[in-house]
């Protein structure tokens, strides 16, 4: 049976934001929720070696590493729920003196005074099957994240927009060769990085070309090529490559808030300047749901942290306005 469970504070996701934000607003005694979404953990539950997050000096497993954080939220008394919101009523709910209301595809509905977004982006994948069974094995969609562990050796990327040209050149720093496959014969980056990455001595493009399948197996070293066809000639070639880097876009986890919330023209929250505040008072958004940029752990934490802080902020300016009334 459905139930009604308000909370001063929600969190939704649970990725290296949310889990911050948790543990933040946990230790300032405000009892949030945080209701972990589709994928509990985020992105780093589906990579291997973290390499670059302070303090582990040895690295850690992305699966950790978010256990890890989950455990210190639990610590401080986060209420950590298993669901996924499908719908939200942010402002008709908020304009009529009521509370945020989000509702649970379990069909429980959530209500809340104060509302963190850390609902993350999911990396466009093209819907290999071996994309999944070699994920941290040879298949990435972050080149920041693990280009490191490909010091010499031959990789390729996907893509050609502005993304895809920037982890190539990334890549170089490691790599001994880097392919970039492209479906096109010209990228669609700014023209003054296509310039620089292929004049790049270690940058190969391969024209015209989509990759039919990923080769290798995660018990015997993982990535170890990828077949490739013409769509001009028809023709297909193996590549023979240890890494394989998907760039082709990410797409933030927006779509239950509809027109309420303020986005950019590829659905990433818009936040005030130096803050994390959204259009509707009292609703802040952290993590990559916001950041096009960076999307890295370390800094989806910092904005996990901020977003806590001014939420924090906002609930004890609710509680002192309620008390004067």
């Not at 070696?49 to 590493?65: A, M, R, S, T, W």
């Not at 986890?253 to 986005?263: E, P, S």
């Not at 803050?275 to 910092?302: C, E, H, L, M």
């Amino acid at each position: 049976m459905a139930t009604t469970i308000h909370s001063p504070l929600i969190i939704l996701g649970s990725g290296p934001a949310g889990y911050t934000a948790a543990i933040y607003t946990g230790r300032a005694n405000l009892s949030p929720t945080l209701i972990q979404g589709m994928q509990p953990g985020g992105q780093l539950t589906v990579t291997t070696e973290v390499d670059n997050f302070p303090g582990f000096e040895e690295g850690i497993q992305g699966p950790e590493l978010m256990q890890k954080m989950e455990a210190q939220a639990r610590r401080f008394g986060t209420h950590i729920l298993s669901d996924l919101i499908t719908q939200a009523d942010l402002d008709s709910n908020r304009r009529q003196g009521g509370p945020f209301r989000l509702t649970g595809d379990s069909g429980d509905v959530y209500t809340c005074d104060a509302l963190i977004v850390a609902t993350g982006a999911s990396a466009r994948w093209l819907g290999l099957e071996a994309e999944k069974r070699l994920s941290g094995y040879g298949v990435s969609a972050c080149a920041t994240c693990d280009g490191f562990f490909y010091r010499g050796q031959e990789i390729a990327i996907v893509g050609g927009g502005d993304t895809a040209v920037e982890e190539a050149l990334f890549l170089t720093n490691f790599a001994s060769k880097v392919s970039i496959i492209h479906r096109r014969e010209a990228l669609r980056a700014e023209k003054v990085m296509q310039e620089r990455l292929l004049a790049h001595p270690k940058v190969h493009p391969i024209w015209n070309s989509v990759v039919e399948d990923i080769l290798g197996d995660p018990k015997a070293g993982g990535v170890s090529g990828v077949r490739l066809k013409n769509i001009k000639t028809g023709e297909s070639q193996i590549l023979a490559v240890t890494g394989l880097f998907v760039a082709i876009g990410h797409t933030p986890n927006t779509a239950i808030f509809g027109d309420q919330l303020d986005k950019d023209e590829t659905g990433y929250l818009l936040t005030k300047p130096h803050s994390t505040a959204t259009n509707i008072p009292g609703v802040f958004a952290a993590g990559d749901v916001q950041d096009k940029t960076f999307r890295q752990a370390i800094t989806a934490a910092g904005t996990g942290c901020m977003a806590a802080l001014e939420a924090e902020r906002y609930l004890n300016e609710l509680s002192g306005a309620a008390t004067r009334i």
